[in-house]
């Protein structure tokens, strides 16, 4: 079957590529500017055509919790949230991840701190990527620019979760999930039968059958000598994520004096920057991290090399830039540019900023 074009919300693209790729499992609870994802599912009622789940639980505390004991049986599962409505669920991630169970989140970031606003931000970048909740642990994070990107995610997150038996986030914000778009959706997948599942993932916890040992998941060790182990264990795996996963856009870089940074919806904003820096007669680029964990550190740190200065433009106070000044390691300079409370920046203004911040 040949893939369908709609054009719909990037909020809506999420939950009809949910649907699609054959997920058994949504719990969530409604906030804004994300509600669109439960929202459209509860009217597609995918349990009368796919049998997946679609509960509203109550509360972000209970949607993780679900989405832990769904993920234990080896099922494809995920919930939706945005900025305090994820910091409530941080506990159960941290758990999620310890037990390494695959599972889906989706983050439609809003400004804060505190309740803070319903209009669109990028101030989560450090409860993604640093971990969010206690302990050491890593969520590979993808950062999609599109409404296209927010359905593809959908089938890339889910696999790598599978693929490494770890949670995903799709970190974005409100301006991608309001926005509307074409969007291409792929064929319908059914959903696993448990059979497949005992096969796939012979961890899950579906119960024993006749002649096999009990499959137990647990996240708690009381003797500290192994549980160095299993943190050992679980570092070794984010090593190997580093080395196998790491996705980035370049744009205009070959020439460029000087590269923007950005992700999602700021990353869009400063492609307009470039071709107004570059009208202006500046050679500017910019390259756009698409996974911010693992971040491309790799291909900054050969840029640092080539440029005379790097501008990272987010709608934050300043959080990605230091991952990028940690990439490039003093090769050279690195400056930050960002609208706080929901103000989203502007094309002319990013292009003022590189001019001031270097001189230009």
């Known amino acids: 079957m040949s893939k369908e074009i709609f054009l719909m919300k990037g909020n809506e693209a999420i939950a009809h590529a949910a649907i699609r790729y054959g997920v058994d499992g949504y719990f969530g609870y409604p906030i804004t500017p994300q509600s669109e994802i439960m929202e459209t599912l ?5 349990w009368k055509t796919t049998g997946m789940v679609v509960l509203q639980a109550e509360s972000e505390t209970a949607s993780i919790n679900m989405v832990y004991g769904g993920a234990g049986c080896g099922k ?21 991840a310890a037990g390494e169970l695959p599972c889906l989140l989706v983050n439609v970031m809003r400004g804060g701190p505190g309740l803070g606003t319903i209009q669109p931000s990028q101030a989560d970048y450090f409860q993604a990527v640093k971990g969010g909740g206690h302990g050491d642990y890593k969520l590979i994070t993808l950062a999609p620019a599109s409404v296209q990107e927010m359905a593809d995610f959908v089938t890339l997150g889910f696999d790598l979760a599978f693929k490494y038996q770890t949670p995903a986030m799709i970190l974005t914000d409100g301006v991608i999930g309001q926005m509307m778009e ?59 994520i580093e080395k196998e996963v790491c996705l980035y856009q370049e744009v205009n870089c070959e020439d460029a004096d000087y590269i923007l940074v950005a992700f999602g919806s700021a990353a869009r904003i400063c492609q307009k920057a470039v071709e107004l820096s570059r009208s202006k007669g500046i050679k500017v680029g910019l390259i756009r991290p698409i996974t911010l964990w693992p971040f491309p550190s ?7 090399s080539k440029t005379k200065g790097m501008l990272t433009v987010e709608m934050n106070a300043g959080q990605m830039v230091e991952d990028v000044r940690l990439a490039v390691n003093g090769k050279v300079k690195v400056e930050h540019f960002g609208r706080l409370g929901g103000i989203v920046p502007t094309p002319s203004e990013v292009v003022d900023a590189l001019e001031i911040k270097f001189g230009l």
């Open 42 to 46: 509860m009217s597609e009622a995918p």
């Open 76 to 96: 494809a599962v995920m919930t939706s949230s945005s900025s305090p409505g994820m910091s409530l669920m941080m506990e159960g991630v941290s758990y999620i």
């Open 182 to 240: 074409k969007v291409t959706l792929s064929p319908y997948k059914r959903r696993r039968t448990d059979a497949e599942i005992r096969e796939q993932c012979p961890w899950a916890t579906l119960g024993k059958p006749k002649g096999n040992k009990p499959n137990v998941i647990t996240t708690l060790e009381l003797d500290s000598h192994k549980m160095e182990i299993i943190n050992l264990r679980l570092q070794a795996k984010y090593k190997k």
């Open 298 to 304: 790799d291909i900054l740190n050969q840029y640092a």
